[in-house]
């Protein structure tokens, strides 16, 4: 996620973010899918919310704002969606933030 950042995607430049930004998402996606094939449940681990799911929501909301092909990791996804269903996840999702940009913002 810090590799998304704002400060950092300054410094790669408009021109690269897009590119670079994709790049490091889909990385770690491949990554997490092959993990959950052994450890999801309901959610990450098993059917009982953990630290991974709180990662998991923001990490998603990136994924879409950068515009990452989310069809090759269809485990992140039922996971994602499941969360967003709870009211908590409802409520502290990234687009609901105060600083989040306008054009991104959800209501």
Known sequence: Q??????V????GEEKR?????HFIT???QALERILKDTAGQ???E??????DLCLVPQVY???????????YPT??????????????????????PDTPPDRKST
């Open 43 to 45: 959610y990450c681990v």
């Open 9 to 12: 995607l300054k410094q790669v």
């Open 76 to 97: 992140i996804t039922r996971i994602n969606k499941a969360l967003l269903e709870m009211e908590a996840f409802k409520r502290t999702h990234p687009s609901r933030q």
């Open 62 to 72: 990136n994924a879409e704002r950068f515009k990452v092909d989310l069809s090759p």
């Open 27 to 29: 990385r770690g996606f």
């Open 18 to 22: 897009l590119e670079w930004a994709q």
């Open 47 to 52: 059917d009982e919310v953990s630290m991974a």
């Open 2 to 7: 810090p590799l998304q950042n704002l400060t």
